[in-house]
């Protein structure tokens, strides 16, 4: 068992200063395993972590929610920025590597003819929205899964207190978030079409917006996004992908370019910068040019380290077909887990595209048992959870101790199962499976 004081320390005194102890709900230590996470880093490299007390972890969670494709610490865009902070990060005049990304992904993208940059995901949701609403001066937006913090979004949960449930973590309350906006957003289930076609027709008149992202827990529906399409422009609705979370997993780009069906605006955050803050909205240049007929402007969207970050990871994704190596690397770990299920009786579930899949194990003791997985699997030196996000920096060996530690710690969880003695084990509350308020 690995001494984890400072942490957990530092996190008691964090709740006292922050609210919520931490800036992105994924990352509280109550999601993984709530009085034994080692919560903070020291430093990051590759998939290795230090935590505060000097503990190394290799990390088979989320890899920094999904933000680092590459790695931690990856050399080569580190050596990309390190360069621009030489030249200067920020100035009064623009950084030019803004030109060189957004050429960089209309190539990618060639449906695509403008872009615009900011610096995370859900505000670059909430320009696309912004947008979509300026070129077709409606209102309303229909949309399946999770698009960030902001009100646009939020705002669906103010009439139906569930209607985010299914989307995004259950429980979240929409406080703050003007009741005026009530009746403007709708979700929809992802492959029904049922469901879209219902509200396009409740709300044809005033439709601004449908959003998505083409693919998450599976590979993308060709014949579902033809659809949505087709019903994205018998309602003149604009076309949003986002791209947050599945780019630059199973290919260089946006996941949609795998079944050649293109939006009107796509979205990409997280692994675009590999960890380093830079976000984009592209899209064709009629819809886009609607951003000059609003007002959507940011001083720090200006700053230079982000737009050369990215072109320096989406350079390496591509030259290195990073690709390949995430969907290998997804691969084995789904099949360390169903193999060493197998062996043991236990009974999970595996979803997800390989580069970003999820386990789950099955019956009343689920939470249980899997805080009793993280708990066992991080003395062992693995930070893991729910999720495994890929990295281009698993390297097989890594793979090979993960298996071997996924073995003895499935046999353990079988035999604490049959033993009934699961919640004895484990030393400390469960993870949440939900959002919660903190004291
Ligand atoms: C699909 C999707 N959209 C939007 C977001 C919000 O992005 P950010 O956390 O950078 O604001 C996320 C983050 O998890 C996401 O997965």
Redesign the pocket.
Known sequence: MKVLHKGMNAYKNAKKVIPGGTQ?L?KRPEMFLPDGWPVYYESAQGIELTDLDGNAFRDFSIGG??STVLGYADTDVDNAVKKIIKKGSMSTLNAPEEIELAQKLIEIHPWSEMARFCR????A?AIAVRIARAYTGKTKVAFC?????HDWYLSANISKSEALDGHLLPGLEPNGVPRQLEGLTYPFAYNDLDGLRKIVSEHKNDLAAIIL?PS?SELPNKDFLNNVKDVASSSSAVLIF?E???AFRINTGGIHLTVDIYPDIA?F??ALGNGYPI?AVIGKREIMEAAQNSFISSTMWTERIGPAAAIAMIDKHKKQNISQKLISTGSSVKNIWKNAAEENSLEISIRGIDPLATLSFSGKSATALMTLFTQEMLDRGFLTGKSFYAMGSHTEKDICDYNLACKEVFKELASALHSNSIYKKIRGPLAHSGFKRLI
């Open positions: 992105l994924s929610v999904g995370s995901g859900g505000e949701m899964g999770y698009h960030g913090w992202e998450r986002d947050i979370t599945s979205v955050a997280k976000s």
